[in-house]
């Protein structure tokens, strides 16, 4: 049985943990061995991993010898793009301690295939198939848009900001490269300089068998069952990408023309600036932040309403869970994937990024006069995980059958 492995950082709470558990499924359901590597066996979807899934937890070692590594598997070429961000930052990346183990994985289990996910287990992931030498195809994969989180998080120190040219450099060496959506495949190919046609779209499989059944599970919240004003649901991380500060002063707006509450399914770093803005708003008691929910289905099926506020997205998981469960959607047009999602307006509106009046406004247009929830979960349905995990298993193992990516 051909074995798979899929390298993350962990199993944090996010889009692109979820996508890596859902392509698991895919695979054990083609027949597939999986190895879900990880380089530390912790986060909120730990208790998500398939059965049938083996979990491989690596070694962390000391960070000169995953430099030493890196150095030895980059051609003197490449070196260049090493300097700064790998062999002379003083907090270089955490992933690189990893890369030993992720070189003793490869040479004990010989996987046919290696897809990762995150720039610096991306990375890892082709280095380690480097030293080894073995006939484990790899597969790299783009979740976000490179030039914002560039943005955000090179504030923190030379590893990203160099992150560009290590990844021009360093990627090419992949036997695939996969974006999650156009805008971030032609993002990826301007800010690091990689031929646009070495990168192929594939759109996340967000629908599984499974989710058809958990909309009808128990609400994670009285206020989606009481009979009450109409629930307005949001979900993600509790961080700035998101911007819910947006999405309550939207909400806040509209709470001055009719009756409506607001719930924001999540948890992380801002709950406490969101917690107190919607007190000085003068709405606390119509916002709530219920924190983590692990079947975020069960609110979106009975929602009126779901509002993506984020400044930017890979792909925008979210959007395509709540239209799969007939959930009305108003999503800001950020970079990218919801007017990929919402085929430009077609199954939702689109206003623009932090405009909090535009947002109220599409907000109440959308409650006045929703779509049809039948033609929302259709458009659900184009998002299939046997979809996905026929394409990812088409680019990743070409010998087993052809098809169409982009």
Request: proline content about 7%.
């Amino acid at each position: 049985m051909p074995r798979i492995a899929l390298y993350l950082p962990n199993f944090a709470g996010g889009g692109r943990e979820r996508v890596m558990l859902h392509l698991a499924e895919g695979f054990l359901a083609g027949g597939y061995s999986v190895d879900l590597v990880v380089n530390r066996a912790e986060g909120a979807y730990l208790g998500r991993v398939p059965q049938r899934a083996d979990v491989v937890e690596l070694k962390r070692h000391n960070v000169i010898l995953g430099r030493l590594l890196a150095l030895r598997a980059t051609s003197p070429k490449g070196w260049r793009a090493l300097a700064r961000p790998v062999l002379f930052s003083r907090k270089p990346s955490g992933e690189l301690r990893y890369l030993g183990s992720l070189v003793r994985y490869l040479r004990t289990y010989h996987p046919a295939g290696l897809i990762a996910a995150g720039p610096y287990c991306n990375l890892n992931a082709v280095w380690a198939r480097r030293l080894v030498q073995v006939c484990t195809r790899v597969m790299l994969t783009a979740h976000n848009t490179l030039s914002r989180m560039i943005a955000d998080k090179g504030r923190k120190g030379a590893k990203w900001r160099e992150l560009p040219f290590l990844i021009g450099c360093i990627y090419r060496q992949a036997d695939a490269i996969v974006a999650v959506s156009q805008g971030v495949a032609d993002d990826l190919s301007s800010t690091a300089g990689l031929p646009r046609e070495r990168i192929t779209t594939i759109y996340n499989p967000v629908v599984t068998p499974e989710l058809a059944a958990l909309p009808a599970a128990p609400a994670p919240h009285p206020w989606l069952e009481d009979g009450g004003p109409p629930v307005i649901v949001a979900a993600g991380r509790l961080v700035p990408q998101k911007n819910f500060p947006l999405l309550i002063e939207a909400f806040a707006r509209l709470r001055r023309r009719r009756l409506a509450r607001l719930l924001i399914l999540g948890e992380g770093e801002q709950r406490g600036e969101l917690e107190a803005l919607a007190s000085q708003l003068s709405i606390a008691a119509d916002v709530a932040l219920p924190g983590f929910v692990a079947n975020p289905y069960a609110a979106f099926a009975r929602a009126a309403l779901f509002v993506l506020s984020s400044d930017y997205e890979g792909l925008g998981n979210v959007v395509i869970e709540a239209l799969a469960c007939g959930c009305p959607v108003v999503s800001t047009d950020c970079p990218s994937g919801p007017a990929e999602i919402l085929d430009n307006g077609r199954y939702g509106e689109l206003v623009p990024v932090g405009d909090a009046a535009a947002l109220s406004a599409a907000m109440a247009r959308a409650l006045d006069a929703p779509p049809p929830r039948e033609l929302l979960r259709r458009r659900g349905d184009d998002f299939t995980l046997e979809d996905g995990a026929r394409r990812y298993l088409d680019l990743l193992l070409p010998g087993r059958g052809t098809s169409t990516h982009e």
